[in-house]
């Protein structure tokens, strides 16, 4: 890696980007605006062919999520930045609709204790 100390390597991107013509950032723009679209629909369509893992659904890939069931979360996969990487983080997940996704990752948390207690006064008869 060119810089260890990533506020080096931000400010030397910065830099990098300011240093460019405009006619440059549009074309390094654009180019990566289609990159983004083709691994977006890449997902979309992996996620309709996959379908929920519980249910089965697969009508529509806005509906459907990837779930992080084994290893170590490293990215969100909407995030990638290509096919191959998306394919990586994929592997740990499983493909699930937003209502099975929802009833899956449900946790009950009661009131927090330091709230209860700043809200209610204690009964003393």
Known sequence: MPHA???EARAWRRRWWAALSPER???KAAV???R???IRRWLDAYKVQTGCVDCGYRAHHAALHFDHVNGTKTLNV???KSIAQA???IEKCEVRCANCHAVKTFTFYPCKPD???ATYEAVTE
């Open 5 to 7: 100390d990533p506020v």
């Open 78 to 80: 909407c995030n990638a």
């Open 36 to 38: 983004a679209t083709a």
């Open 25 to 27: 950032k549009r074309e």
């Open 32 to 34: 990566a605006n289609r």
């Open 87 to 89: 394919k990586r983080e």
């Open 115 to 117: 709230i209860f207690a």
